[in-house]
C-alpha cells in the first residue's frame, strides 16, 4: 500500500473554502484514478470526488457545483478546492488513489464547518 500525505483541513465557517492537498509518498509509476472520500461522525464513507488519469470527474451530488477536484500528473498530486462549505460537509476527508497495483487510502486530514 502506498502511503498519503494529505493536507489542506481545518476549521472554517459556514460559507468559506478550503484546498486539500494529496502527495504520495514516494515514486509511483503510474496513477490510474485519484479522488477524495469523507466520512462524519455516525455516517458511511462517502465519496466526494474522483478524477481519472485522463481527467475525467465524478461528484457526488451533495458537492457539485461547490467543490473542484484536480491533479498536477507532473506531481502525482490531487486536490479538493472546496467553496461555500456547509456544516454537513463537517468530516475526515481521506484521499484516495488508484494504481495498477491497487489501492490506497490516506489517514484523512479533518474539515470542521462552523455554523
Known amino acids: 500500500q502506498v502511503q498519503l500525505d494529505e493536507s489542506g483541513g481545518g476549521l472554517v465557517q459556514t460559507g468559506g473554502s478550503l484546498r486539500l492537498s494529496c502527495v504520495p509518498s514516494?515514486?509511483?509509476?503510474?496513477?490510474?484514478?485519484m479522488g477524495w472520500y469523507r466520512q462524519a461522525p455516525g455516517k458511511q464513507r462517502e465519496l466526494v470526488a474522483i478524477?481519472?488519469?485522463?481527467?475525467?470527474?465524478n461528484y457526488a451530488d451533495s458537492v457539485k457545483g461547490r467543490f473542484t477536484i484536480s491533479r498536477d500528473n507532473g506531481k502525482n498530486t490531487v486536490y479538493l478546492q472546496m467553496y461555500s462549505l456547509k456544516p454537513e460537509d463537517t468530516a475526515v476527508y481521506s484521499c484516495?488513489?488508484?494504481?495498477?497495483?491497487?489501492?490506497?487510502w490516506g489517514q484523512g486530514t479533518q474539515v470542521t464547518v462552523s455554523s
Open positions: 484516495y488513489i488508484n494504481t495498477p497495483r491497487g489501492s490506497s
Open positions: 514516494g515514486s509511483i509509476f503510474r496513477i490510474n484514478a
Open positions: 478524477i481519472s488519469s485522463g481527467g475525467s470527474t
